[in-house]
Each structure stands twice: as structure tokens, then as C-alpha cells.
């Protein structure tokens, strides 16, 4: 069991090696390439959980736009050009001055560095994950050791997590005779470390890849799929405050890099409201703004909505919006249990969708869909490497372990990734509709939890990892063997003898 004392307690600085031109990639500055449609350097600031980011290279003209986004500060090793441990070293004594400057001391008299981290990260590695980077981060919480990324069986040395402490006395054991490092090699920092001191995090998917290689670079950007936004919002009976909900994270997601944002089923107005009467009044404006600011922050919003249907009955509505996008999803399988009847107030629809975002197919599926295997493998046979499940869910007995637990079955059926927003559930509400639990979530093809939330508002941001998806089919190749059983079931049944 972790004692009291087992937790990160101090700062964390990111130091990013991005210098100089690559001999094999044409003399380009590879951490300035693009990869889905963002530079590698900028992918990589972006996924560091980090108090402070250094930059360690030459300024470009993006460094203001870098700086201001992200707060990363820029700074040349000296001299330039003097290799990856004297930038390093650069980067260091950068960061401990803003520790100085910004960190109170930890205890009376105790230096400001004391009990913080570096990250460690090369400029050129734009598929490293957030969540494996806090793993690095957190993974030994007393700050005595190094936990490094492993990729095809080596730790990448850029890639790792440093106590300050540490990072510093081994700079100065393998610091030259006039105590620089010009021309020496990570290699020399790692070698110095104990049997004990260094620990290996396996990676997923290409999150180790860097771009040495015109080869590299290729393999990276079909790997990288599009950056998505799952907002956990909560839901208003005034319809005014929900389209204010809908600017604030549409503005958070296209602030934070996404390409598509995913919220909640029944954005537009909660169950146990009148459906009908928010369907006829409210969703034609709901749909212009999702329009509006969809165009206007380059990104694909898929929201929840209720659209008219035959009756007094409306369609449990999903709307996809955004460059090149446009598709509606109606609900499928309706939630007439435990009590609830939907099908009261709402009409089933009857086919599966899928969207395209920068050539990556996305499925669509609502709620009490997944509860139904067949809905997701169906659209991972028609290409989806993800789906995205706006969820109401219903509070009740055990429903918290039943959805966590129902995301991972639908990941391992489908191989896919699940993305699923739901609502925050309001603490004043005690009515009986679905208002929703909270625990959006983000679940690996292989059925692991990435990322989730608590009941509060927040909001997920996660990189498709396209690599990941298809080694997850490779390993386990559940979409290729049941298609027997799939065309068996289809077929009709032989007349008996």
C-alpha cells in the first residue's frame, strides 16, 4: 500500500529537443512538418502535461503563435548546433530559473526545485499521447527514478520522465573536460544510470515514432488520425442557455486543436421535456449555430438533437455538421427499459451512419444502442476506425458499472475506439428522466479505459492513433471471424426435411 508521501508534489517542465535540420529528410527541420494538418512540434506541445514548456531550438515564425497558444518559451543551446546534450542542457538551467521564479519552495529553506519533473520529449515525435505522458510523469511518484517510453524494445531517450535532481548531477557527470557537452549523445546520459534507476513504459500503437526518414514521416501521417473533443456538458430545460453551452465548447475544442467535437445526447433540450414542441421551436436555430460555428472554427460538431417525426413522435436526432461533413443519425434501438418508455415520444430510425473526417471513417451510434454488439461490429465492417456514442445516461442501481462496463465490451467487439460524451447530471434535478451520470469517456480498440471523467463538466481530447486500431484488428481478429456467423445469420433458414 502507498504511504501519504506517494504523490507528485512538485512541478513538472516539459523540455522539447526541436533543432535543426535532418541530413535524411532533405536538411528540413522535421519538427516543423505537418501531420494532420498541425506541425510535429506542435502536436507534441499540445499532448505535454506540463507547468512549464521549453522549447530547446532555433525560433520560427510560429513561435509567437506556439508561445501563445501553449505558453511554450523558446531558447538556443549555446553554442548553437552543439549537439542533443548541450541543448539539453540549455533547456535545464531554463528551467530551473522558472522554478526560481514561479515555485515557492516545497519546505522552509528548501531549494524551488525540489520534487520536480521533466519531461523529456523530442520535437519530432507527433503521436505521443497525453495519458502516457502523465503515466511517465506520475509512475513513480518519490522522484528517485527514470521512466522512459519503450518502442520495438529500446527506451527512447527522448521520451522520458526525470527527476530535476537527477537529470541535473547526470549533465554534470558526463559533462566535458571544459564542462560543456558539445557533440555528446543522449546515449552517454542514459548509460550512467543504474540497473535500478531506469524503468521502461511500453508504448501502443506509433506513439514512439519519431520522423528520421522520408519512410517515417509517411508511416506517421497515416497513422495520425484527426484530434477529437468529447464535452461533458450539462443540460438546460432553457434553450437559450443550451446554445451558450454549445459556444463555449465548441470554442474550448476548436482552442484546444480538435477537428471534431462530440457532445451529449439531447444537447438541445433534456428528457422529460416536450420533445415535440423543442423539435418544431428550437432545433432549426440549434442546427444553424452547430452550422455556423462548425464553418467558422474549421471543425465537425456531432451533436444531440431531436428532429420531427411521424405523430406527436419525434427522431432521437444526431447531427454530424462541418467541412465536408453533413449526415443525421437517428436512434435505433429506443430505451423502453426500467421503466422508461421512449418509444412513446420517439420514432425509431433504421439506418446506420457513418462520417469521413481527413479520410478517417467515423461511426455514429446513441446511448441505448450500446447495448446492441451487432450496431458496432455492422459499422466497423463498413470502415470505422472509431465510434462516437452521445449518451443521456439514466442514473440507477449498478448503471455506473454497467456502462463502463458496456463501453469496453463494444470496443473489443468492433476493435474500434469508443468515444462517448454524456451529460453532467445537474445535482438539483429529481425527476426521473435520464439526465445523464457523467463518465464520458475515451476506451482503447482493446477494450482499455484512456481517458474518463467524474459527474463535473469537462471535456476529453484524444488523437486517433489509426496504427493502434488496425495492430488491435491484426492481434485480435474478432470483425474477420465473425463474418461467417454474420453471413450464416442472414441467410434464410433451410426448409426441414
Known amino acids: 500500500m502507498a504511504s501519504d508521501d506517494d504523490h507528485i508534489t512538485g512541478p513538472t517542465v516539459a523540455i522539447v529537443l526541436a533543432g535543426g535540420g535532418s541530413t535524411r529528410m532533405g536538411g528540413v527541420d522535421k519538427t516543423r512538418l505537418p501531420v494532420a494538418g498541425v506541425t510535429a512540434l506542435e502536436r507534441v506541445l499540445r499532448a505535454a502535461p506540463a507547468d512549464h514548456l521549453i522549447v530547446v531550438g532555433p525560433e520560427q515564425d510560429d513561435a509567437a503563435g506556439l508561445h501563445e497558444r501553449h505558453g511554450a518559451r523558446f531558447v538556443r543551446e549555446d553554442p548553437p548546433g552543439s549537439g542533443p546534450l548541450a541543448a539539453l542542457a540549455r533547456g535545464v538551467e531554463e528551467a530551473q530559473r522558472l522554478l526560481a521564479a514561479h515555485e515557492r ?8 526545485a525540489t520534487g520536480a519533473r521533466i519531461l523529456l520529449l523530442g520535437g519530432d515525435m507527433p503521436l505521443l499521447r497525453t495519458e502516457t505522458l502523465e503515466s511517465l510523469r506520475d509512475h513513480d511518484p518519490r522522484g528517485t527514478r527514470v521512466v522512459a517510453l519503450e518502442a520495438d524494445g529500446r527506451p527512447q531517450f527522448l521520451c522520458a520522465a526525470w527527476p530535476l535532481a537527477r537529470l541535473r548531477a547526470a549533465l554534470d557527470a558526463v559533462a566535458g573536460p571544459g564542462g560543456d557537452w558539445a557533440d555528446l549523445s543522449l546515449r552517454r546520459l542514459y548509460a550512467d544510470l543504474g540497473p535500478d534507476e531506469l524503468v521502461a513504459r511500453p508504448a501502443v500503437g506509433m506513439e514512439g515514432a519519431d520522423m528520421d526518414t522520408p519512410e517515417d514521416l509517411d508511416q506517421v501521417r497515416r497513422s495520425a488520425g484527426p484530434r477529437i473533443a468529447v464535452a461533458q456538458v450539462r443540460i438546460s430545460e432553457d434553450a437559450e442557455e443550451n446554445l451558450q453551452t454549445l459556444r463555449r465548447a465548441v470554442a474550448e475544442a476548436a482552442m484546444r486543436g480538435a477537428r471534431v467535437l462530440l457532445l451529449p445526447e439531447a444537447t438541445l433540450t433534456p428528457f422529460g421535456t416536450d420533445l415535440r414542441e423543442a423539435a418544431e421551436q428550437h432545433h432549426p436555430r440549434f442546427e444553424a449555430l452547430v452550422e455556423q460555428l462548425a464553418a467558422h472554427h474549421d471543425l465537425v460538431i456531432v451533436a444531440g438533437t431531436f428532429t420531427p417525426a411521424d405523430g406527436d413522435r419525434v427522431h432521437n436526432t444526431v447531427i454530424a455538421r462541418g467541412p465536408g461533413v453533413r449526415a443525421d443519425y437517428r436512434k ?28 478517417t471513417p467515423l461511426g455514429i451510434a446513441t446511448c441505448y444502442d450500446v447495448r446492441f454488439p451487432e450496431q458496432f461490429t455492422a459499422l466497423a465492417r463498413r470502415g470505422a476506425q472509431a465510434i462516437l456514442l452521445p449518451i443521456a445516461w439514466a442514473e440507477g442501481p449498478a448503471k455506473s458499472e454497467q456502462l463502463r462496463l458496456l463501453l469496453r465490451a463494444r470496443a473489443l467487439d468492433s476493435t474500434c475506439a469508443i468515444l462517448a460524451a454524456d451529460q453532467a447530471p445537474d445535482p438539483h434535478y429529481r425527476g426521473r428522466a435520464p439526465r445523464g451520470i457523467g463518465e464520458s469517456a475515451v476506451i482503447s480498440p482493446l477494450g ?16 486517433l492513433d489509426l496504427a493502434e486500431i488496425a495492430q488491435a484488428r491484426l492481434e485480435l481478429p474478432v470483425l474477420e471471424h465473425g463474418r461467417a456467423a454474420a453471413a450464416a445469420l442472414e441467410e434464410p433458414p433451410s426448409p426441414s426435411a
Open 332 to 359: 435505433i434501438h429506443l430505451f423502453d427499459a426500467y421503466g422508461a418508455r421512449e418509444s412513446q415520444t420517439v420514432a425509431p430510425g433504421s439506418e446506420l451512419v457513418t462520417i469521413e473526417v481527413d479520410g
Open 448 to 463: 482499455q479505459v484512456r481517458a474518463e471523467l467524474g459527474r463535473e463538466e469537462g471535456m476529453l481530447v484524444v488523437d
Open 105 to 112: 519552495p516545497v519546505e522552509e529553506h528548501a531549494p524551488a
